[in-house]
């Protein structure tokens, strides 16, 4: 069986505040949903991601990394008046990186984007995430190649701009294999091109539960990269690329 560090899922607990985003409030997946979802894949650990309706909370997220363990890391999203005790707290709780959204908000707009790139990058090792469709990508393009660490949500989503991501995985971002279900373009063709690129940009993630997604996570998304990439190329995809990003507290073996 193949390993994988899954790189992107949501937990929603509903013991935490929620936040409609554009009328959308998700139902509910605890840990024990997704553990049970994702119990045939080989999973050795992950990234829970914090989702625009958790807006800024983190008792979800530090709930969530208490249950899952070490070997999982968290995703969150904070105003640009978070003080530095507080992102160390979180550090110490496994968070790896700081989400913005731009498709949705829910998160501090791209004015506060590279400050706080830069602050939770030199306080703690941090990247940026960004949930950003493609077509946005060329006006942004400046600001991003300034960002210490990026990596991009679900391969940009779009066929526009897809120009702009390559250039960008050129420059070292690094792209999230996700989402196959949001996308409008050929998953195959996307994965060849940005791992040609630069084998160590993509982190493959199942995007559970796949909140709003046209198309939720099969596992015929997994079998689906193994098959364009291959066994090296996929090793690198399914949990190498991410365990050196990501940096767990205990590192599976």
Known sequence: ????????????????????????????????????????????????????????????????????????????????TVTDEEILSLDDAG????RFNLRRGGAEDSRHLERMARRVYELVGWHVELYVDSSRLGDLFPLLRRLPLLVIDHLGLSAVGWHDLLRLVEQGVQVKATGFGRVDFSIPGALTQIHGINPGALMFGTDLPSTRAPRPYQDSDLQLLIETLGVAGGEA????NALERYRPRVRPD
């Open 1 to 80: 069986m193949t390993k994988v560090f899954d790189s992107h899922f949501h937990i929603i607990d509903h013991r935490f505040p929620l936040v409609a985003n554009q009328g959308y409030l998700p139902g509910e997946f605890s840990c024990e949903d997704y553990l049970r979802r994702t119990a045939g894949i080989g999973l050795i650990g992950g990234a829970v991601v914090s989702g625009s309706f958790q807006a800024f909370d983190q008792g979800y997220l530090r709930s969530a990394l208490e249950v899952l363990g070490d070997r999982f890391v968290g995703v969150t999203q904070l105003p640009y």
């Open 237 to 240: 995809v399914l949990y190498q």
């Open 95 to 98: 968070v790896r990186a700081l």
